[in-house]
């Protein structure tokens, strides 16, 4: 069992940044993909960025040159570093890992952006 627990979210004016946390406790060990999504009402939920073993990344083409994943596998957490941030961003984000080894993924509560002025 994995629990992922998100921090960093809240108001931020146009143009600041964020810098999102996922803590995740449990075996979270071996091959594991670490992904940022984010859902906004009425809309399907949308991958942000993932991070998988061997460092492997992706963004999805609306964050690419603003945010930043990273992780510190000794403390099992995952980063969103997110600069330059628009209204269009603001959404629930959330943290989501998948375990390859055990062919499962976990999500975590959710943490609320807002880009407002």
């Known amino acids: 069992q994995v629990q992922l627990v998100e921090s960093g979210g809240g108001l931020v004016q146009p143009g600041g940044s964020l810098r999102l946390s996922c803590a995740a406790s449990?075996?979270?060990?071996?091959?594991?993909?670490w992904g940022w999504y984010r859902q906004v009402p009425g809309k399907q939920r949308e991958m942000v960025a993932t991070?998988?073993?061997?460092?492997?990344?992706y963004y999805a083409d609306a964050v690419k040159g603003r945010f930043t994943i990273s992780k510190d596998n000794a403390k099992s957490t995952v980063f969103l570093q997110m600069n330059s941030l628009g209204p269009e961003d603001t959404a629930v984000y959330f943290c989501n890992v998948k375990r390859r080894s055990f062919d499962d993924e976990y999500w975590g509560q959710g943490t609320q952006v807002t880009v407002s002025s």
């Open positions: 991070i998988a073993t061997y460092e492997i990344i």
């Open positions: 449990g075996n979270i060990f071996g091959r594991t993909t």
